[in-house]
């Protein structure tokens, strides 16, 4: 399996607090991303990073940022959580040049 | 805009019987394609992945996918599918404009009938 590890795997938070999940990688691949998974929705890009400080938005990016200071770390800051931000989190990590993504077990957040 | 459609959100079939999985893309450069599957409570796992070459592809588990440019289509098969294949199925297009990304179907939950 791809060196892949996202924290915290569950997390329950009150609406308003700020919330940071990370992504941890050991395989030192170009590309980082962030995905929410909903019901009916499939999995929706967030961010993504092609490298070191660099980043853009996905297709659901409004009320999150992300930050990627070292190859291995991409964090995802939800900045005021809401109720519609509850969902289940993925990290996935990709080589870029057409290759395919492999991706963490996921964070369960939940948002009351 | 680059999009991926699933037209099936759950799909039942009996042990051994054989299975399909529909898949459409909308991209207008040459797609590169993947299907994933996803185990209750787990992450993805890549089943096979198209890039060029041979349009009919060979992935784990059994499976196999056929690329078809005039349909715009990347159809996933099995023969005779296995309890063990009860997951829910993603496919997936890699976008690549300048940096990459991959945008993903609805997915398609299989549940299989004893």
């Known amino acids: 399996d791809a060196g892949i590890t996202q924290s915290p795997r569950h997390k329950v938070t009150e609406t308003g607090t700020p919330v940071t999940l990370r992504c941890h990688q050991t395989?030192?691949?170009?590309?980082m991303y962030w995905y929410r998974q909903d019901p009916g929705h499939g999995l929706r890009l967030i961010h993504y990073?092609?490298?070191?400080?660099?980043?853009d938005k996905g297709e659901v990016s409004d009320g999150y940022s992300v930050s990627r200071s070292k190859t291995e770390d991409f964090l995802l800051t939800l900045e005021s959580a809401t109720s519609s931000q509850t969902s289940v989190y993925f990290c996935a990590i990709s080589e870029g040049k057409s290759s395919e993504a492999f991706f963490g077990q996921g964070t369960r957040l939940t948002v009351v | 805009a680059q999009s991926v459609t699933q037209p099936d959100i759950h799909i039942t079939v009996s042990e051994g019987a054989s299975l399909e999985l529909r898949c459409n893309y909308s991209y207008g450069a040459t797609p590169y394609l993947f299907w994933y599957v996803q185990s209750p409570g787990q992450g993805l796992q890549l089943l096979l992945k198209y890039f060029s070459g041979d349009t009919l592809v060979q992935g784990i588990k059994g499976f196999e996918a056929e690329f078809k440019r005039s349909q715009s289509s990347f159809n996933l098969r099995k023969p005779s599918v296995h309890w063990s294949d009860a997951a829910e199925y993603f496919c997936a297009v890699a976008i690549i404009q300048g940096a990459q990304k991959l945008v993903f179907g609805q997915g398609t939950r299989l549940t299989i009938n004893p």
């Open positions: 990073s092609y490298g070191v400080k660099d980043t």
């Open positions: 395989e030192n691949h170009r590309y």
